[in-house]
């Protein structure tokens, strides 16, 4: 056994397919040949007897799909609010009871009219009675009713009983005469729903679907499988709602199917045989009616034998196409696999120059895919691999390097201004800071710092700031002290603290307050710069939004940490600038926590 699977294994693609060929086509061939006629005959039977089941399994689907709209426009005289106000209305109390019955009865027939019957083609007839009053409401037609019948016999009907006992649930109601709207008694089948007040639980009423015997004709075919085959359909009293026999409706199941076949509730399918007949039935779960076809055993096989002889010519035939054919698709397979295989090796060994040639099929249309992508692996290669990583250096060098002169320049403004209107007096202690500032900016082997520092930043360049704006603001911090170590972007604070110091503060008539705070919520690091100043108009704020700031502001700060936000940390984090004119402005960057100490050195 061992080496008969070594064998196999070691055998090329194109043998093991012209064997499985061989061996699917030749041996059954022989073994088919010999025993062909019981063998069709049995499987016959089985096609024969499984395309019935499945004839009255469609049967029952048919039957199943076509009442399932009417389940919901029984619904309709709860759902619709003036056929519900209608079914609650008590004639007794009204001034023109008379007047008002006529008025109500149009409505609720022009409402089954226009809302019911154009919804299903099964509906033959419809009425919807009023229990308050005992008098239907509303029907189909106007054309002829039974008042007699109405009054003496209707209501004490068994299937009107079960409907109002069934509490609003549908009632399928199985084969009957139908005496109310018809001039004589016509057999149908109907579906009922008793109308309760959601409200009060009380039964108002019940509408009632009427189905004629031959519109249900129209959800089957009539297959015959052989030339005396029958089909049924029994209502849940095992009563026939349909047959051939126009004069075997209404009457049970034993008398036309025999004592023998008993008809099950519950079982979805059933094959049940006598000594002459076969005998299939399916169940709906929806109503309880059930399909039967009675098909005669001895005209079940009456043209096994021609159809066995056309099969074994046809085999014969189908034979030797089969072997020409295995042995042509085996080799068109797998010569282009051989091919695709013997270049993908190449490729594997680290040789992408290698070319594919176009073929045809879907070996071919796979040769050119990959040919295409080692195109453009290549491409990318000799291009992403240098470049991508060079543009991105220089880019973030760049935007590093960009905001520092900006900042040098209106940090020695400052000291120039303090210097000039103050003598030298405080020089010291402004130089003290700008040392601090200048140490900061100078440091350039990481692009982050911790909070801890970019907090102490901000408090040098506000002391400046503060001595050559002689205390025209004052600045407060709340930090978490969580945060005071995460990791953030050099520069992030400043460009804001500049913004509200030199536009937001410039010209008030009042103290400006600067208000810089950091949390940690959802995950992330929020940073607020928040200040009391002249704010900005709607066009400005949206001149922000669009990343084109005004003259007034500091446009290559705020857009450079956009910038270095997105090169970082990629979408889903940045800054947001909210104001309003006179009301002040708030600034909220948005980024990553980084709490590891090297964790964001540019590498």
């Known amino acids: 056994m061992r080496g008969m699977t070594e064998r196999w294994a070691n055998m090329t693609l194109r043998q093991k397919l012209i064997l499985a060929f061989a061996c699917f086509i030749v041996v059954p061939f022989f073994i088919i040949g010999g025993t062909l006629s019981w063998l069709y005959v049995k499987s016959n039977q089985s096609m024969l007897l499984d395309a019935a089941i499945a004839n009255n399994r469609q049967i029952v689907k048919n039957i199943d799909t076509s009442l399932n709209p009417l389940l919901q426009l029984s619904m309709l005289p ?6 519900f106000q209608i079914m609650q209305k008590d004639y007794e109390s009204v001034s023109y009871p008379f007047y008002e019955k006529q008025q109500d009865f149009d409505t609720v027939g022009s409402i089954i009219r226009n809302s019911i019957m154009p919804y299903s083609e099964l509906i033959s007839s419809a009425i919807i009675y009023q229990s308050t009053n005992q008098l239907i409401i509303g029907r189909s037609n106007d ?3 039974n008042h007699r019948y109405l009054e003496n016999g209707f209501y004490n009907e068994t299937y009107v009983r079960e409907i109002i006992r069934n509490n609003g649930i549908y009632v399928p109601v199985g084969i009957h005469d139908e005496k109310l709207m018809s001039f004589k008694p016509a ?3 109907s579906m009922g729903r008793a109308v309760i007040d959601p409200f009060t639980k009380e039964t108002l009423g019940f ?3 009427n189905i004629g015997v031959e519109r249900l004709q129209m959800l089957w075919s009539d ?3 052989t030339d005396n085959t029958r089909f049924y359909l029994f209502d849940q009293n095992s009563n026939v709602i349909y047959s051939t026999n126009g004069t075997e409706i209404g009457k049970p199941a034993a008398d036309v199917l025999g004592s023998s076949v008993q008809l099950v509730d519950g079982h979805s399918e059933q094959l049940q045989e006598d000594e002459d007949h076969y005998f299939i039935s399916s169940d709906s779960s929806l ?10 055993k001895n005209e079940l096989f009456g043209f096994v034998n021609t159809i066995v002889r056309t099969i074994a010519i046809s085999l014969f035939i189908l034979l030797g196409l089969s072997i020409v054919t295995s042995i042509y698709i085996a080799t068109s397979i797998t010569k282009p696999l051989l091919q695709l295989e013997r270049r993908m090796k190449l490729v594997s060994q680290g040789n992408l120059d290698v070319s594919f040639e176009a073929g045809h099929g879907e070996i071919g249309r796979i040769s050119v895919t990959i040919d295409r992508m080692l195109q453009e692996i290549r491409s990318l290669i000799r291009t992403i691999y240098h470049e991508e990583q060079e543009k991105r250096q220089m880019e973030i060098l760049a935007l590093q390097s960009q905001i520092r002169p900006h900042f040098m320049y209106n940090t020695l403004n400052a000291i ?3 210097a000039k209107m103050q003598g030298a007096a405080g020089i010291e202690e402004a130089l003290t800071a700008f040392s601090s500032v200048i140490r900061f900016t100078a440091r350039t082997q990481t692009d982050y710092v911790t909070v801890r520092e970019e907090i102490e930043f901000i408090k040098s360049y506000t002391k400046i700031l503060d ?4 205390n025209k603001f004052d600045v407060t911090y709340d930090i978490d002290p969580g945060v005071w170590e995460y990791q953030i972007l050099k520069f992030m604070l400043q460009p804001l603290v500049e913004n509200a110091i030199f536009h937001g503060f410039d010209e008030i008539p009042y103290k400006g307050k600067l208000e810089i705070r950091i949390r940690q919520e959802a995950g992330h690091l929020v940073m607020t710069v928040a200040d009391n100043g002249r704010g900005m108009s709607a066009e400005q704020s949206e001149a922000l939004t669009q990343n084109e700031a005004g003259e007034h502001l500091n446009s290559i700060g705020l857009n450079n940490i956009r910038r270095r936000i997105e090169l970082f940390f990629g979408p889903g984090y940045g800054l947001t600038i909210q104001s309003e004119e006179n009301a002040g402005t708030t600034a909220v960057i948005v980024v990553p926590i980084i709490d590891q100490p090297n964790a964001g050195e540019t590498k």
Request: cysteine-free; aromatic content about 20%.
């Open 78 to 83: 709860v759902q619709n609010h003036t056929l």
């Open 143 to 145: 054309d002829y009713m």
């Open 187 to 189: 057999p149908v089948v």
């Open 207 to 209: 509408i009632l679907f």
């Open 223 to 225: 297959i015959h499988f």
């Open 287 to 296: 109503t309880g009616w059930k399909t039967v076809t009675v098909m005669p």
């Open 416 to 418: 120039k201004w303090m």
């Open 467 to 470: 001595i050559r704006y002689f």
